[in-house]
């Protein structure tokens, strides 16, 4: 899509999107926006606009958790791997590869929604925390470096660690935060987070935060649950159309 009017209409439409369903089931912002954009233009721009609007989101999930020491040491190694990761996985996105990024993508929003559906739990004693969150963060990194999507494996993993309610928002809030600020680290090195981009990732903050305001307006007359299961399926189909058009031809 060449014409700058429709792109900006789909930038705006898939931040209020992904804003709205970050309000209602507090997540998901990054995940929608990139699965959006990445129809209408190359991953790695639509990664650099994500910027923005996905820092200033989870930070304000992060700051509003009560134990941010705490989760922050006992989180320090997998994030220590998300950035890893993250540094590792931009070439892909950046480099002679970048053609295949979308299907790529595709594939993970796939991956994401079946997990979102099964809700697998990851399960072991907590003395192997030490070698399997850095290795789940390595791995969540290089996706997100070659996609813009930071959440498989580290949602269901983070999710298994007998968080409560509250600590799981900002234990999430302080993985999304650190995964942002590696993956924008990571394309500003790579000369791909430039003036440009990062106007247009500003600009796209305003739908967000309207989407998430709409949303959780709209958290008490829906069901949660079930409003989860139709976004898990939503980014399945979304999904597998990235994977299948550029399959087709």
Not at 230 to 249: C, H, S, T
Request: proline share 7%.
């Amino acid at each position: 899509m060449s014409d700058p009017v429709a792109v900006g209409a789909v930038v705006v439409a898939a931040f209020l999107l992904a804003g709205l369903v970050k309000g209602v089931v507090g997540m998901g912002l990054p995940t929608v926006a990139m699965g959006v954009l990445g129809l209408v233009m190359p991953t790695v721009e639509a990664a650099a606009i994500l910027i923005v609007p996905s820092l200033v989101t989870n930070v304000w999930q992060l700051a509003a958790g009560p134990r941010f020491g705490p989760l922050a040491r006992r989180l320090a190694t997998m994030l220590a791997g998300v950035c890893v990761g993250t540094a590792l996985g931009i070439e892909f996105m950046t480099g002679s590869a970048a053609k295949w990024a979308p299907l790529v993508l595709g594939a993970t929003l796939v991956a994401y929604g079946i997990v979102g559906l099964v809700a697998p739990r990851f399960w072991g004693p907590r003395r192997h925390e030490p070698w399997l969150s850095p290795l789940i963060g390595a791995v969540t990194g290089a996706l997100a470096g070659a996609t813009g999507v930071f959440v498989v494996p580290l949602v269901p993993y983070v999710g298994s660690l007998g968080f409560t309610k509250d600590e799981l928002i900002q234990a999430l809030g302080l993985s999304f935060t650190v995964s942002t600020i590696a993956l924008a680290l990571a394309l500003a090195a790579h000369g791909r987070f430039d003036p440009s981009l990062a106007g247009g990732s500003l600009l796209a903050l305003f739908p967000a935060l309207a989407g998430m305001y709409a949303g959780q307006a709209l958290r008490d007359r829906l069901h949660p649950e079930a409003f989860r299961r139709w976004f898990f399926r939503g980014l399945i189909a979304l999904g597998a159309y990235m994977v299948l058009r550029p399959l087709a031809g």
